[in-house]
């Protein structure tokens, strides 16, 4: 079984903070997402990756950046966090090809005060 | 452009009622429908999905969706609904050709009353 896991289930970070989320999948996918989920907007992609190092913004990028110097490591990175920031950040992974599922991590409920 | 559409956003029912949720989608091209649900405090996880073939799709937990071209829907279904259904579902697109970008609709939150 797919084994997506994120480092932190909640996290409390200052304004301007740099906050790192990470991600591990133990599935050796070729492909990981961070997606941003809210109350009513439901998922929004803010970066995918399809290789070690290569990364594609998704509809939501500004604010973050992402590395992945590992197959299996994806890493979402607030440069420096701000109150609208404030989300759940859910990672997911999947096998190559545009139609697989995406399998999910737990999800990090990042607040910034 | 592709989109997705629940128009319900928040069901509550009796245990032992039956569940349909909508969804429609606008897309170019050929289209994969996926349904996922997250329970509460769990991660997302895929119910269905529908590639080719059989219309009619069956899941995980007893749920079924049906995938109508002409209407553009794929509606998931559940004779009888159970306390434990209680969750948030999402629809879900396969990505057009040449990205990644699922497109997810905005999730319907379903809580079943026992």
């Known amino acids: 079984d797919v084994k997506v896991t994120q480092s932190s289930r909640y996290l409390v970070k200052r304004t301007g903070e740099k906050v790192f989320l990470e991600c591990v999948q133990d599935?050796?996918?070729?492909?990981m997402f961070w997606y941003r989920q809210d109350p009513g907007l439901g998922l929004r992609l803010i970066y995918f990756s399809y290789d070690v190092k290569m990364k594609e913004k998704g509809d939501i990028p500004e604010g973050y950046s992402v590395s992945r110097e590992k197959k299996e490591r994806f890493s979402l990175i607030l440069e420096s966090a701000s109150t609208n920031q404030t989300s759940m950040y859910l990672c997911a992974s999947s096998p190559p090809g545009p139609n697989s599922p995406l399998h999910f991590g737990n999800g990090t409920r990042l607040t910034v005060t | 452009a592709q989109s997705v559409s629940q128009h319900n956003h928040h069901v509550i029912l009796s245990e032992a009622a039956s569940l349909e949720l909508g969804c429609n989608y606008s897309?170019?091209?050929?289209?994969?429908l996926f349904w996922y649900v997250q329970y509460p405090g769990q991660h997302l996880q895929l119910l269905l999905k529908?590639?080719?073939?059989?219309?009619l799709v069956k899941g995980i937990k007893g749920f079924e969706a049906e995938f109508i071209k002409s209407k553009f829907s794929f509606n998931l279904r559940k004779p009888s609904v159970q306390w434990s259904d209680t969750a948030e579902y999402f629809c879900?697109?396969?990505?057009?050709?040449?990205?990644?970008?699922?497109?997810f609709g905005t999730g319907t939150r379903l809580k079943v009353l026992a």
């Open positions: 879900a697109v396969n990505p057009p050709p040449g990205t990644y970008k699922y497109i």
């Open positions: 599935m050796d996918h070729e492909n």
């Open positions: 897309y170019g091209g050929t289209v994969n």
């Open positions: 529908y590639f080719s073939g059989d219309p």
